[in-house]
């Protein structure tokens, strides 16, 4: 089954600034992008009206203060789950009690280990299945328990995510990969389009069609004109696709390793189902026809939650048109990875980017986390205003750690001693010469206040097969950060700094390769490094599929055509292809002398989802 998708538009073009040169600050040399270089005020405060979806957003720290919106949590707690390591099989792994069965060496590294072990199941487990006894029944895995209720006895959702890991591991990416054009050749028609929709030039239009099309014939067109052998791109193509076609062979797909990193999982899908649907809290049991009883652990119903908010569309970025409008797309986000695996460090023991990134090419502001200001802001909206959860990548690396984010509390400094106090008036200096970061601020900025913010995420734990499930129960994790905002004249918040130290001067420590700081300091580098959340409006998302027979016994398998409509949802296919506006491009190798070419490349990705209809039923009978 495939979805009709809507293109992807980038939601923070042109928002930071991101040149490419370096500025002398004394006797240091900084990139001239933020921190070094301030964000526009205007831009703070409409992206936050963006993400919390609220054109009235709280954008004042006096309003901040005066509404009580110093702490915050949301209205509904998120709950406790694991990510369900990719490595492991996600929800198809039949996860073990005991701790030591759990993190065996072999199946927490080797994916290939556990995939062979899951591959065996089929023999040992699934064709076997009558045979098993209740207490066998209870240690199948989640996507087991699921497609043995429908009475699919060749367990598809199970081996449809045992597939997943393969392609994964084996290939990555390009596992599945439906389409590599090579010769490429489309992209001056697609200009010629861009041109007559837009009324721009064929130069203004040319680079967005060489990215989106641009092949070999494209790479060679271009390399004839800057030889001078012809005077224009659609003069030269006919050579270039000629040349094209007889190199086709000698480009080659870059190589792939198998290794799977062990956070890999399905993080991004169980923080957002914790943050929004109901917390299984009991063990949900139904009687199979021939007297055995199946039971759905809250773990097992937690994990099923987890796959069908991770493979659906509803991560697809929200995008607008040109009037600001949303047009699709679940996930609203702020910040940028850090790719890096050791950032450099300013003289304040600050994160920051000096090289460009190994994936964009660009020289961004990654590593230095998500701008205070619009984390400062997002917090108060968000949980504070509305009571909503969201995401956090709880810490600045390459790792991916994304985790539901429920709760906050603000405590306020002064920037230029570090010391805290209740009086707000204690805490807001003007900006002077005590300022250590009075280079990069705000042209706005009148006086600046420093925050501890200490936010409370929900962190995840080892699967167990707990009859209930409580609010006690969760494993909550604190993490407490330094910045300063930036305040205009009337208090509205234009801008802000992360701090390693309170007064933002850490001495530095004598010796060659120190970490700058105070002797006993430890640097607090724990800026987000970026956060996110769905639209307000997500239920549309998460339909129950019509016209199917009513089921009457909810302690007893659903009907007949339940299986067929699960079956739809498993084999949901997921297009990164032209017809849906995604224009993706793979890099393909020269194989003597290793000369990179992007290509237009497509992919379908099988996301399977648990149905819709069973979920709820689950969900209403683990209240």
Known sequence: MT???????PLIAGAMICLTTFQALGDDKYPNIYPYVPIDSNYISERIKVLSEDENAVLNFYDIVDKKLTKGKSKQKPWTSTYWPLNQG??????????????????LFSWTFNHKKLVKRQDKVHKNIDELTNEELDRLAPSEKYDLLLGDKDFDLTNRLVDYMQRWGSKKEFGNLTRLDKVGGGAYQYALN??????????????????????????????????????????????????????????????????????????????????????????????????????????DIKGLLSLLWANSVIQDARWFNDKGQAQGGGVLMEGLRCNQKNPAKDKWGRLYDDAPDAYSGKLEPRCVGVHPALWHLALTNVIGKQGRSFVVERKVKAAVDNHPLYKYEFEYFN???????????EVIERINDKDVFRKFRSNKA????GVMTTMRYL???????????????????????LYDLELDEKGNIVGGQWRSVKDG?????????????????????????????????????????????????????????WTAAASDAHSFEYQETHAFGIYRKCNVFHKDTGERVSVPCEFKINKPQPLMNVMNVLMERSK
């Open 459 to 481: 962190d995840w734990a080892r699967p167990t097969r707990e009859e209930t499930d409580h609010e006690d129960d969760d494993a909550e994790t604190d993490i407490v950060m």
């Open 446 to 449: 009148r006086k600046i206040v």
């Open 415 to 425: 920037p230029y001693t570090g010391k805290y106090s209740d009086n707000i008036n």
């Open 194 to 299: 861009l041109m007559d929709q837009n009324g721009q030039s064929f130069d203004d239009v040319w680079p967005q069609a060489q990215g989106y099309l641009g092949g070999l014939t494209e790479k060679f067109a271009t390399d004839l004109v800057e030889q001078g052998k012809y005077n224009s791109i659609a003069n030269a193509l006919g050579e270039g696709k000629r040349i094209a076609l007889s190199q086709e062979s000698n480009y080659v797909l870059e190589e792939k390793n198998s290794y799977m990193a062990t956070w890999e999982g399905i993080c991004h899908g169980w923080s957002l189902a914790s943050g929004n649907m109901p917390r299984p809290r009991k063990i949900v049991t139904f009687n199979l026809e021939d007297g055995r009883k199946l039971r759905f652990f809250p773990e």
């Open 505 to 561: 001067t850490p001495r530095i420590v004598r010796g060659p390769r120190k970490t700058p700081g105070r002797k006993g300091d430890t640097l607090n580098h724990r800026q987000p490094d970026f956060f996110w959340l769905v639209t307000k409006n997500w239920k549309p998302y998460f339909q129950e599929t019509p016209g199917l027979s009513t089921w009457k016994d909810k302690t007893t398998a659903p009907p007949q055509d």
């Open 90 to 107: 996600l929800v198809a792994n039949p996860y073990a009690d005991n701790i030591f069965k759990a993190y065996n060496p072999f199946r």
């Open 3 to 9: 979805l009709a998708r809507l293109p992807y538009k």
